[in-house]
């Protein structure tokens, strides 16, 4: 009865279900990895390029504002107590607005330096425009801080309006002490903004970008990129505590007071100077190429999506097609199966029964003869032992389909076998054969091998038995056995002669049943050994070929497993 195969219940996990999206899970995840590594790439880029620039920009504005007090201070050495309290000889202020004018040529950063007296009063002056100017500065917080504490080396003011230009700046300014160390007057540089929002402007941080220079004192914004005039002088910052306090580096994320926008910063503080530095990246400016890189990823995932549905879909199809066709080859492999068991037996059957007839034919044709053999004429009794011998060779035949159905029927378990002991003995049986060609059969060490010692028996004397019948008429037939070990478990045995050999067009026919390539005339036999062969080989797993030199001699391969 035939083995019930049951069909698949769900073609979608058989073909892989869940799990064929498993592959395109990966990917999405790499891809999805890829992104977010690409953001936190870009984020610590960001950083180092505001890190950089914020020192970079720290240094530029120190480097202005220590060559201005280093000026200042060589200035306020040079003028007397009594110079800034009296009237200076014209001699004596030439000579010093000189001096001034040489620190001011090709210095941007200043618009004039001015002296003033311990009343705030000017006393000289030289700069870019309208260095004359007689005004006081009394009422100004820089210098009333420079009288309240002539011990303070300079002050620096927010963003005031010059009384000499008219123009916004902010103003750096040096005590001028008498040998006792009293307040006797200052000298001060008007610092030109438009100079440092130029290089501000200058930094490449994006059209969002952000850059501030602020007052320690409740810091009060002197220079902003974007420039927001209103806000100038005014406290309104998001980083106000780190404004006001003493650090002088950090860094990282915040949003900004005046535009809302956030951004990745980098903080500096100026020590001595009572000024601070944002430079700030907004991440529309530095997320640009990663966005670009996220809509390449996202098209490339989805792409990929549609990819794996039709791929999916159409491994289902094929699934199922393969389904189907596994179906019908089921079904046919039990017709076949079964179809060949019905032959088999039907020939086991019909050639056991056909012997019975055969040998009361060739009985009564043998009867006939003896008893009238002298009544026929020699016609008749040369029919007659046709009759014998077609009847005799029939039963050879016979025989022969016999002895081949019977290896698929015989169900004797295979059982460790001496291939050497076996050989022996079937030399022994050939003993006769042997001695009458004068053959010299030679084997090598053969191994013990997992068969059915009778079939054994059967394919070593077929082998031999046609290495001797098909011999060189002119010399000694020469025969060897050999083995050697193969792969997976197998042996290779070989068998080889020095005979007659066989043309390669030959080497697959003659394992066909009743296959011959020579006439009875020339060679006795039914044509059936090398298919007996074949088909014991067969049925322990091995496979059996021959190569050949016509002339020469033929080796016939075969595979048999180990024990």
């Not at 420039?227 to 994320?253: D, F």
């Not at 809302?260 to 000024?275: I, K, N, S, T, W």
């Not at 060189?472 to 050999?501: C, F, K, Q, Y």
């Amino acid at each position: 009865m035939a083995q019930h195969h049951p069909e698949p219940t769900n073609i979608a996990n058989r073909a892989g279900g869940p799990l064929s999206l498993v592959p395109l899970a990966l990917i999405l995840a790499l891809l999805a990895y890829q992104v977010w590594t690409g953001y936190e790439t870009a984020k610590r880029e960001a950083q180092t390029t505001v890190d950089n620039l914020a020192d970079v920009l720290t240094l530029t504005v120190k480097s202005a504002l220590d060559r201005l007090r280093s000026d200042l201070a060589g200035f306020s050495a040079d003028l007397t107590a009594d110079e800034l309290n009296q009237v200076m000889q014209p001699a004596r202020r030439a000579q010093l607005e000189q001096r001034m004018n040489v620190a001011l040529d090709g210095f941007d950063a200043v618009v004039h330096y001015r002296a003033f007296n311990a009343h705030g009063d000017t006393v000289l002056g030289v700069g870019r425009i309208n260095p004359q100017a007689q005004f006081s500065v009394a009422d100004r917080d820089w210098f009333q801080s420079l009288q309240a504490n002539p011990s303070r080396p300079f002050v620096l003011s927010e963003v005031l309006i010059s009384k000499a230009t008219g123009l916004p700046g902010f103003f750096l300014a040096h005590p001028i002490r008498d040998s006792q160390g009293n307040f006797r007057g200052a000298i001060s540089a008007h610092i030109n903004l438009d100079w440092f929002q130029a290089i501000i402007d200058n930094l490449d941080i994006g059209t969002e970008g952000l850059v501030t220079l602020r007052h320690r004192d409740a810091s009060r914004l002197l220079l902003r990129r974007p420039k927001v005039e209103h806000e100038i002088n005014e406290s309104n910052s998001g980083l106000y505590q780190l404004h006001i306090s003493t650090s002088q580096r950090a860094s990282g994320e915040f949003e900004s007071a005046i535009d809302h926008v956030r951004r990745v910063y980098a903080f500096r503080g100026m020590a001595p100077y009572p000024l601070t530095v944002v430079v700030a990246i907004s991440p529309a400016d530095f997320l640009r190429s990663w966005k670009t890189q996220a809509i390449v990823t996202m098209f490339v995932a989805l792409l990929l999506s549609a990819i794996q549905v039709l791929v999916y879909r159409r491994l289902t199809q094929a699934y199922r097609a393969t389904v189907d066709m596994a179906a019908e080859l089921r079904a046919i492999n039990v017709n076949l199966q079964r179809s060949n068991a019905e032959l088999e037996e039907f020939a086991y059957i019909a050639s056991h029964d056909l012997q019975t007839p055969l040998r009361n034919i060739t009985s009564f044709s043998q009867l006939l003869l003896r008893r009238f053999g002298d009544q026929l004429e020699g016609d008749g009794q040369d029919f007659l032992g046709f009759i014998v011998s077609n009847a005799r060779r029939m039963s050879s035949l016979i025989r022969d389909l016999l002895a081949y159905a019977r290896i698929t029927r015989q169900c004797q378990s295979p059982q460790v076998v001496s291939a050497k002991a076996v050989l022996d003995q079937v030399l022994m049986d050939m003993a006769t054969s042997i001695a009458d060609s004068g053959a010299r059969i030679t084997a090598s060490d053969l191994p013990e091998l997992r068969i059915n010692e009778y079939q054994l028996s059967s394919l070593l004397l077929n082998l031999l038995n046609n290495a001797i019948k098909y011999r060189h008429p002119d010399r000694r037939p020469e025969i060897t056995v050999s083995a050697e070990p193969a792969e997976h478990g197998l042996w290779l045995l070989a068998v080889s002669d020095n005979g007659i050999g066989i043309e390669p067009e030959y080497w697959e026919k003659i394992f066909a049943i009743f296959q011959r390539l020579h006439s009875l005339d020339q060679y006795e036999g039914d044509g059936i050994g090398l298919a007996l062969c074949r088909r014991i080989v067969h049925r322990w797993g091995g496979t059996i070929w021959v190569t050949s030199k016509p002339g020469l001699g033929s080796t016939f391969y075969f595979t048999l497993p180990g024990p």
